[in-house]
């Protein structure tokens, strides 16, 4: 079974400081690993999928197969960075349902 | 293009009632995805259909969920005999093809 894992529901940093959400999957075969964000009263939306190797809003995500771990970071934190972040996978290429962990809360302070 | 569209956003109904979630899908996407997410709990996979098709239910419970994409009109997300246990926030997703997918706003149900 396909499992996504966020170890933590909260996290908060201070404006300017590195940020790392964690995210560890379990998936038998080679999956397709998602970040989403959440900002307060909007929808959920794509943050970045592993595939695209491309650093969105700063953030990048390296998928690390022998970790089984997709962590989401960003080197120097914004207070508009302040969101929801789900983590997500989906083994059918994006065809399919995605996986999704529990999110993490991550707050920006000034 | 407006975007995933969910109606109604909120709805309440008294146990063993019926509920309705519809979802329009962002123009020209032809996949619907919908999502249960309980309080405290990250989004879980319900049921994947393209037109007229279910493709994927195996996140649907066994009884009184069902779902369907028409030819024309929304897709609808159906909740017979409604319980306390189905109170939560029903997300739907669209995408074209196999691509990124989009989500609307979710409707919250509070069963009473």
């Known amino acids: 079974a396909q499992r996504v894992t966020q170890p933590e529901k909260l996290l908060s940093v201070f404006k300017g400081a590195p940020v790392e959400l964690k995210c560890n999957y379990s998936?038998?075969?080679?999956?397709?690993l998602f970040w989403y964000v959440q900002y307060s009263r909007q929808r959920l939306q794509l943050l970045l999928r592993?595939?695209s190797r491309e650093s969105i809003k700063g953030f990048t995500a390296d998928l690390n197969k022998g970790e089984t771990s997709f962590h989401l970071k960003k080197p120097f934190a914004q207070e508009e960075d302040s969101a929801m972040y789900y983590c997500?996978?989906?083994?059918?290429?994006?065809?399919?349902?995605?996986?999704f962990g529990k999110g993490t809360h991550l707050i920006i302070q000034p | 293009n407006a975007g995933v569209m969910q109606n109604p956003r909120h709805l309440v109904r008294r146990r063993g009632q019926e509920a309705r979630l519809r979802c329009s899908p962002m123009?020209?996407?032809?996949?619907v995805y919908w999502y249960r997410q309980l309080p405290e709990e990250g989004l879980k996979f319900m049921v994947y259909l393209q037109k007229e098709n279910i493709i994927d239910e195996s996140g649907m419970p066994k009884e009184r969920f069902s779902a369907e994409f028409p030819k024309e009109g929304p897709s609808i997300l159906r909740i017979q005999q409604v319980v306390r246990g189905d109170s939560a926030a029903y997300f739907c997703?669209?995408?074209?093809?196999?691509?990124?997918?989009?989500f609307g706003p979710g409707t919250r149900l509070t069963v009473t």
């Open positions: 997500a996978l989906s083994g059918g290429g994006g065809a399919d349902g995605l996986t």
């Open positions: 123009k020209g996407h032809s996949h």
């Open positions: 997703a669209s995408s074209e093809q196999t691509y990124e997918q989009y």
């Open positions: 592993h595939i």
């Open positions: 998936y038998s075969g080679s999956p397709e």
